[in-house]
C-alpha cells in the first residue's frame, strides 16, 4: 500500500509540474491509474505507468477536440 501511495504522489506532482491539467488529462491520470495498479497488482511501477499513458491520452484528446 505504501508503494502506490509513493506512485500516486509520484504522478500528481508531475501533472503538477506540467501546468494547470484540463479535465480530460485529469480523468485520463486517474484512470490510467487506476488500470495501471488492476493490473500491475497494486504495484508501483504500473500504477505511475498507467497514469502516464492516461495522462497521454487525455492530452491527446484535448488537443484532438479544440
Same mark, same amino acid.
Given at each position: 500500500?505504501?508503494?502506490?501511495?509513493?506512485?500516486? !504522489?509520484?504522478? !500528481?506532482?508531475?501533472?503538477?509540474? %506540467?501546468?494547470?491539467?484540463?479535465?480530460?488529462?485529469?480523468?485520463?491520470? &486517474? #484512470?490510467?491509474? &487506476?488500470?495501471?495498479? &488492476?493490473? %500491475?497488482? #497494486?504495484?508501483?511501477?504500473?500504477?505511475?505507468?498507467?497514469?502516464?499513458?492516461?495522462?497521454?491520452?487525455?492530452?491527446?484528446?484535448?488537443?484532438?477536440?479544440?
Amino acid at each position: 500500500m505504501l508503494k502506490s501511495g509513493i506512485g500516486i !504522489a509520484l504522478v !500528481a506532482s508531475l501533472v503538477g509540474l %506540467s501546468g494547470c491539467a484540463t479535465k480530460a488529462e485529469t480523468i485520463g491520470t &486517474a #484512470g490510467g491509474m &487506476a488500470a495501471g495498479a &488492476a493490473v %500491475s497488482n #497494486g504495484g508501483t511501477l504500473g500504477t505511475l505507468g498507467g497514469a502516464l499513458l492516461g495522462y497521454g491520452a487525455g492530452r491527446a484528446y484535448e488537443d484532438r477536440h479544440r
